[in-house]
């Protein structure tokens, strides 16, 4: 008798120490799948900060480069110089005389090569009709090679045998270096892996983020403010609250559909702005928002609420000077974290034709542009190796925006908290 | 003032831009669908950001007018801006009286102002209701509803190669509804057993020090962008799946499903432990006492007691995450594939319905062409079904809240 007992209760204790283990296992499950998407993303991208350029001689001749005085801005950018950085190139090989093995050697320069050389002329006009040392970027697949993401051997490999003798001896003169890529971070898209840069998608984001927090956050404290403050309980408080928990959780692709054809189609606005895509996210923000800011309204105490009436101040002026000021961190932290929202999400932007590929810096909301995520989205579309550390290197940045907004966020939050506890 | 500043904005798109583009077309350069683009280079050329020599004469043209066209037009609004100012200063000035019900006046407006917000989201679902409504109808014009519901084919480029608008195209969306709910099914599978674990060891064994570092994780696990999901699914969990079928001998498509499912679930997780976690907090702790007073150990207490008090709450969670996986679109569009097969095996390439919806309308629209229609007929569907399951959770759970408070 005593024995089954005892066999039951240790029954019974296994049970109880297997449920607890797939309790950890599943938060471990979760922490592992965390890490290997942060570490597949890390080690992918890390290298696309960094790129792969060539130290040449480049003889600076005006005559080549075809421009006369006097040398304006205008000017030298008309320049040619494509055959200066070939040259150059050619003269660390005066062995390579055949014009085929020539074209394999000069793809070992990125078309980028000579942009740098006319952006270096632009900023040092003086410079003309001297010889300089200049790095410029070396073509994508070398960038990768020197990275070790291609193959040196094997299947498909996209170097030939001289390809790969030019580039080691290169590296053996030590005219290979390996750059911090400021192009990556400030430039914007290119069709080139190695001279793409996400400040143009960085700008859209920005801009679009901007247009739906000025919507979305005056139109979302008043929404809530209303609800919460003045509503009768009528039929349409109870029709509008449903719609906006609603409107909550509406797949992000229907606010996509929403934006062409409404926006689009209807009031005709500019395709593929960011003034579109910031009212699309806006009515994506807003439910976020007024959620956050309604609950931040209810938790003000109703002291504050009743001295200011007593003080002879009308309902309007109790909320306005007092109780909304007493909400304002919950109702700036559920912005923020709806702003969070708002970046990330790509759906509702693709279908508002923020795909194309753009690469001016757009410096208005009314300009064509791409937004980070749509960014992410293209770069990982593309089948170029190159592209591949571009992704993971924008997901990264996406990432630290995200990061720096919660903790804007949680900053709010802790400090408030603070305070109401000194109180 | 403010609406004085907005139309500088308007004037710019609505009088410079056609007036700009016209000369354009004067000049003889047909605009083309990339009116935008060329509007923008001469908007570049103009601010000298690109040189002119490669701009053609007609282009040179437009330039000009673009200037002269945005000076006249800020010397313009300069004036009106300093008009309105004035004669809104002299306005008020000439209103200011003691008898002047004045805040009460403002209050009234700011009163109008706060409903007018508020209405806002019913205003935001009509259009959503409107705008997918309309060009659904139009889309059943060409397509019958049953065709669309029920067709086992969806191939809507056949309509588009053969130029027989409507006539032949194959738009049966049940290969869409069965790869949507195969993803759906796989992304619950994983996130079901993983958010509710996660969920009960929280609420119910973690010390809090555990629960500061594991409630954060899951924040980010949901703050990640789906975009970045899709790439991870596509990058590294495709071809880990690809190599683990192979490893015990079956082959699987680069894009599958199941990777496609697997990534969707991760993103789930951290949605359905939240919930489930508020769900299991809401018991009152007078239930688990009894339990434990009775010599029932924890897990007894969770299995017996709480998890069937919290399982219509739990139902209600669950059938949110579904509502979400199907309708999100990132993941499912950069690893799912576009083929539209119609297959349970998760090893296979299958497409979604918001896949569908986004590959359509990508790139160039034809609004009278079936094949964009057909987006927007999906949409219907996916609105519907999302709303249908979401007012269900939602009153679930409503309901399951009033019972305990």
């Not at chain 1, 293209?378 to 190796?385: D, G, P, Q, T």
């Not at chain 2, 831009?17 to 050329?45: C, M, S």
């Not at chain 2, 669309?148 to 809507?156: A, E, R, T, V």
Request: charged share 15%; glycine share 6%.
């Amino acid at each position: 008798m005593l024995t089954t007992d005892k066999k039951r209760l240790q029954k019974r204790h296994r049970a109880e120490t297997r449920f607890r283990a797939y309790g950890v296992l599943s938060l471990m499950a979760a922490a592992g799948i965390l890490f290997t998407l942060i570490y597949s993303i890390v080690s992918s991208g890390y290298t696309a900060f960094y790129r792969t350029t060539l130290l040449l001689d480049i003889e600076l001749n005006a005559e080549r480069i075809d421009v006369t005085p006097p040398y304006s801005r205008n000017a030298l950018m008309q320049g040619r110089y494509s055959s200066l950085v070939k040259s150059a190139l050619y003269a660390q090989f005066p062995e390579v005389t055949d014009r085929r093995a020539r074209r394999e050697l000069s793809s070992l320069l990125s078309p980028g090569a000579e942009l740098a050389v006319r952006d270096y002329l632009i900023d040092h006009p003086d410079s003309l009709g001297t010889t300089i040392a200049l790095e410029v970027p070396m073509s994508s697949d070398f960038d990768q090679l020197y990275k070790e993401h291609l193959p040196r051997s094997g299947e498909n490999i996209r170097f030939s045998g001289q390809q790969l003798q030019w580039f080691d001896r290169l590296l053996e003169e030590g005219r290979i270096a390996y750059r911090f890529n400021t192009q990556f971070l400030f430039g914007g898209d290119s069709r080139y892996p190695e001279l793409a840069g996400i400040a143009g998608a960085v700008a859209g984001s920005f801009f679009a983020l901007l247009v739906c927090f000025l919507l979305s956050f005056p139109l979302g404290i008043a929404a809530a403010t209303y609800l919460e403050e003045f509503a009768p309980k009528t039929r349409l408080t109870r029709i509008i609250e449903a719609n906006i928990n609603n409107l909550a959780a509406v797949p992000s692709v229907i606010f996509g559909l929403l934006g062409l054809a409404i926006f689009l189609n209807v009031f005709g606005l500019p395709r593929s702005t960011p003034l579109v895509g910031g009212i699309v996210l806006s009515l994506m923000t807003l439910p976020t928002i007024i959620i956050a800011t309604r609950a931040s309204i209810r938790s003000v105490s109703p002291g504050i609420r009743q001295a200011g009436l007593a003080m002879g101040a009308s309902p309007v002026q109790v909320v306005f000077h007092h109780v909304l000021p007493v909400a304002m961190p919950g109702t700036l932290t559920g912005t923020i974290i709806g702003l969070a929202q708002a970046l990330g999400e790509t759906a509702p932007l693709l279908m508002i034709g923020m795909v194309a590929f753009i690469a001016n810096v757009p410096t208005t909301p009314m300009d064509p542009s791409a937004a980070l995520p749509v960014q992410i989205f293209l770069w990982a579309e593309s089948a170029e190796r190159g592209f591949v550390e571009k992704t993971s290197a924008a997901i990264m940045v996406i990432m630290m925006f995200l990061i720096m907004m919660n903790l804007l966020a949680v900053i709010i939050r802790t400090r408030t908290q603070g305070k109401s506890k000194v109180e | 003032m403010l609406i004085v500043a907005l139309g500088w904005l308007l004037v710019e798109s609505w009088v410079i831009r056609p007036a700009v583009i016209q000369t354009l077309a004067t000049g003889g350069v047909q605009p083309t669908a990339n009116v935008a683009f060329q509007y923008l280079e001469i908007r570049n050329i103009a601010a000298g950001v690109l040189p002119d020599t490669h701009a053609s004469e007609a282009v040179l043209i437009a330039v000009e007018r673009y200037k002269s066209l945005t000076s006249t037009a800020s010397k313009l609004f300069a004036a009106l801006f300093l008009v309105v100012g004035v004669s809104g200063f002299v306005y008020s000035y000439r209103r200011i009286s003691a008898q002047f019900p004045a805040r009460e006046q403002v209050e009234k407006f700011v009163r109008f102002f706060l409903l007018a917000s508020s209405t806002v989201a019913i205003l935001t679902t009509l259009s959503i209701v409107m705008a997918l409504v309309v060009e659904a109808l139009l889309f059943f014009k060409h397509v019958p509803l049953l065709d669309f519901l029920f067709g086992i084919k969806w191939s809507p480029q056949v309509a588009i190669r053969a130029d027989q608008v409507g006539s032949s195209g194959a738009f049966g969306a049940i290969p869409l509804f069965a790869g949507t709910l195969l993803i759906a099914l796989i992304a619950m599978l994983v996130a079901v057993p993983i958010g509710l674990f996660s969920a009960i060891y929280l609420s119910e064994y973690a010390r809090p020090s555990v629960r500061h570092i594991a409630k954060p994780m899951l924040e980010i696990l949901a703050g990640i962008p789906t975009v970045v999901y899709g790439f991870f699914a596509a990058l590294t969990v495709a071809p880990m799946v690809v190599k683990a079928s192979a490893a015990i001998g079956l082959s699987a498509s680069s894009e599958s499903a199941l990777a496609a499912g697997l990534v969707m679930g991760v993103m789930i997780i951290p949605f359905i432990s939240s919930l489930s976690d508020d769900v299991i907090s809401a018991i009152p702790t007078s239930l688990r006492l009894g339990s434990l007073a009775m010599g029932a150990t924890r897990s007894e207490t969770i299995r017996k007691v709480i998890l069937p008090a919290a399982l219509p709450g739990i139902m209600g969670a669950i059938l949110l995450a579904v509502s979400r996986a199907i309708g999100e679109t990132m993941i499912v569009v950069m690893a799912a594939g576009l083929a539209a097969n119609l297959t349970a095996n998760p090893l296979e390439s299958v497409t979604t319905v918001t896949a569908q919806i986004v590959t359509i309308l990508v790139g160039d629209q034809e609004f009278d062409s079936p094949k964009t229609l057909a987006a927007f007929a999906l949409g219907l569907t996916l609105f519907c079904v999302t709303l249908v399951l979401n007012f269900i959770a939602l009153k679930i759970v409503r309901t399951y809240e009033e019972r305990y408070d």
